[in-house]
C-alpha cells in the first residue's frame, strides 16, 4: 500500500530541535496530569461493583446520585456512558460485599418510583483480585522494557537500545497523561491497548535502525544525518501505517 510518493527527502534531523522541544512540552504536559489528576482506575484495579443501566428517556444524574444516597450509597460514582440514556453505577469495594445483593439493592432503588429500567450489565471485582491485577499490570510493563532494552543491545548497540526504550517511555507517557487529562478509564483493555502500543512502535522502531544500520554500511563516506535522513525516508510510508495502525488500537 502507498499512501506517500514514492521519494520523499524530508531533512527530520534539520527540524529535531522542533521535535525535541514539542515532546517534552508533551511528556511534561502528561506528567503534570498523571501528579495533577492521577489515572482513573477502572473496577479491574480498584475493586468493587459497576452497574449499567438503561432508561428510556434522558436521566438525571443527580437525581440517581440523591436516590443512592438517602440509602447508604454516599460513594456511588454516577456517570453517563454512550448517551444521556446510559447510566452507569461505581461502587467502591467493602470488604464481605456481595455482588449480587448489591445488584438487586441497586435496582430497587432506582426502581422505587416506577422508572422503566433496563439492567445492561454488571461486573464485580474483590478488592483483593484488583490489587493483584493493578499489580500484575505494572510488572508487565516494567518486565516488557527492559526486555526490549536486552533485546535491542544484543541486536544492534546499546546506543540504539536506549533510544528505542526512550520512544516507548515518551509514547507510553503520552498516552497514560491523555487518560489522567480527559479522565478515562484506565482498565484491563487501555491496559492491553498500550501493550499493543509498544509492540507496535517497537517493531516500527527496529525496522527503521536496521534501515540506519545497512545504510552507515553500505555508505560508509556519508555525513552521519544524510544516512539518517535517508532511512526514515525510505522507511516513512511503513512508520505512517504503523502509526495509523496504533491509533486504531487506541481509538478501539
Known sequence: MRIIGKTTNINFIGQRRL?????????????????????????????GVLIEVGYPQEADLSVIRSQLEND???DAIVQHFGTARDVMIRLMPVEGM??????KQILS??????????????????????????????LALLVAMIMILVYVALRFQWKFALGAVAA??????????????????????????????????LNDTIVVFDRIRENFLTMRRGEPADIINLSINQMLARTLITGLTTLVVLLA
Open 19 to 47: 521535535a525535541v522541544s514539542a515532546s517534552v512540552v508533551l511528556v511534561f504536559a502528561s506528567i503534570f496530569a498523571l501528579f495533577q489528576y492521577g489515572l482513573s482506575f477502572g473496577i479491574d484495579f480498584t475493586g
Open 72 to 74: 447508604g450509597f454516599d
Open 98 to 103: 456481595d455482588g449480587n445483593a448489591i445488584r
Open 109 to 138: 432503588i432506582l426502581r422505587a418510583d416506577g422508572a422503566d429500567i433496563e439492567l445492561r450489565r454488571v461486573e464485580f471485582v474483590g478488592p483483593q483480585v484488583g490489587k493483584e491485577l493493578a499489580e500484575t499490570g505494572a
Open 168 to 201: 516507548l517511555i515518551h509514547d507510553v507517557v503520552l498516552t497514560l497523561g491523555f487518560f489522567a487529562a480527559l479522565r478515562l478509564d484506565f482498565d484491563l483493555s487501555v491496559l492491553a491497548a498500550i501493550l499493543a502500543v509498544i509492540g507496535y512502535s
